[in-house]
């Protein structure tokens, strides 16, 4: 049985599936630990956790 392919997600081997953007997290959050992002008419924030990791939270 052949998996189907999730809509969302372009198929790797796709030749005209975009290229992700890499954004250097540094450029987006300077020297503060918290971004606020928008999207879809909704706002979430993105955190640096004393670890380094990023939490994004509605």
Partial sequence: MNP??????PQ???PTAPRPVAI??????????V????????RY??????NGKLILTK
């Fill in 4 to 9: 189907i392919p999730c809509p969302t997600r």
């Fill in 12 to 14: 790797e081997s796709s």
């Fill in 24 to 33: 250097d997290a540094r450029s987006l959050f300077g020297r503060q630990p």
């Fill in 35 to 42: 971004v606020m992002i928008e999207h879809a008419g909704e």
């Fill in 45 to 50: 924030l993105l955190r640096v956790t004393r």
